[in-house]
């Protein structure tokens, strides 16, 4: 239930806070007052489009804060997106004129499009746009199913899951069929692009072994030419010079000569005789490295032509072996896929028929159920209306089959609503015979049949009185208060004899002030409704017949 609506520099609204309760509260005012300002301001909490004109001239930004007695399913909602529970549920909403939008629930940023999933758990607005809609037969069938209840709309899932199922193998189905030439063109692309990677027999990371191994035989003859040098160095004695090994040796007998003459020099000798053993080790695996450098000339060849093999695959498929790899693996599937399309294509249509049967049992027990519901509905609907002074009005739901072979989303049959407001008409569409105001009462009916299967806590009705009058303003005003002992009911009218019904009475004004226009609401009491009646029934507080017709009014509704 709406208890609480702050708004702040919306519109006409500089800032505006109001109290709401249970029952069946109304709002009046001039034409032109702000009502409907109200209202937008509380769907634009609920996740409505913004634009910027929303925003009062001169002002940064527009501000607008809803509390609510969360219900069920508004918590249910909440827990998914991690926001603790509480026992009231508070909304905000800033717009800038920057653009950005900021949203937050019970003190949590949240998105637009989370306010709009929250907002039908909360509140249902009905304008009289909402009526109009009831000439649009495409949402009769929503509305019927709404009042069909969880096990019914239980069937109208199952059936529109099939429907999907069977929509998307016939685009598979599709795609497999297309056209011959172009997969045959793909298939010899890919047969040629698999050959040719295949044929190649990569190995991973061959190319860096590769390089390494062509940049050692590219500059073999340096390499020969470095360690000829160094065992020269190391091991050879000619002329006059004596090889590094053959020094070494004469110092190591040296530094044993010298420690027997001082023992401190042991340790000293034993780490030289360590090196010059390294050194001596050294120049073994210097020759044997030097021995075995290849001496095949074709090798740095064959590297070559390899390089090139995988330089030439890089170009076209990936700038690794490894990504070469993971295309060829991708390039075998497709071209699996394409050769097998044949046979695959008779596995979908065998798939899609047995799904297609699926879904005419269910649509077939979708069809039953709706038929069922809609007998139940007619007969509600013409009770209604009946209290809505249309008496004689005939109701009923037109069912026009679809084609069965070809699974529909919503059924197998498409619906509308027919009617017949006066005795001796044939029923026709509701776009075709229903006058505003029997399209306002329409829709009352239905809301006041589906008001028990939905949840929403708070139903706003918005002027759908337009067009009424009389002893059905009457009626009217009763049916709202009587809805009011199910769910909090507000109603913007402009009708007194509909205000008169209301437990709580807010009275809408424009005003200026500093050469600005300004919008007040206020919570009417005591002798306050009785002025407000009085201006709507078209008088002033100097006519006296006027005035008292009022307070005759609101006593005869027991509003006082």
Partial sequence: MLRDLQIRNFALIEELELSFYSGFSVLSGETGAGKSIIIDALGLLLGARASL????????????TGSFDPNEGALDRMDEWGIPPDSELVITREINASGRNKCWINGRLVTVGQLAELGPHLVDIVGQHDSQSLLHPQGHAALL????????????????????????????????QRDERERNRRIDLLTFQVDEISQAKLDPGEDQHLELERSRL???????????YVLDQMGENYDDRTSLLDNLSSMEAELRRAATLDASLDPLVERYVELSLDFHDLYGEFRAYLDDLPADPGRLHAIEARLDVLDGLKRKYGSTVEEIELYLRQAEWELDQLQNATVRAGGIEEESCAVRDEWQEAAAALTKSRKRIAAELERQIEQELGDLSMAATKFQVLFSPNDPQIPHLGGQEGLEFMMAPNVGEELKPLAKIASGGELSRVMLAIKAILIEAEQTPTIIFDEIDAGIGGRTAVNLGQKLKSLSSLRQVLCVTHLPIVASFGAHHYSVEKWSRDERTLVKATLLQGDQRILELTRMLGGSTDEPVTFEHARELLKRTGSI
């Fill in 53 to 64: 004109e929303m925003i009062r001239t001169g002002a940064e930004s527009t501000v607008i």
């Fill in 145 to 176: 199913d709404s009042y069909g209840g969880a096990e019914h709309l239980v069937l109208l899932a199952k059936a529109d899951k099939l429907a999907r199922r069977w929509s998307a193998l016939q685009g598979e189905l599709a795609k497999l």
């Fill in 218 to 228: 590219t500059n073999l003859d340096r390499i020969r030419q470095a360690l000829h």
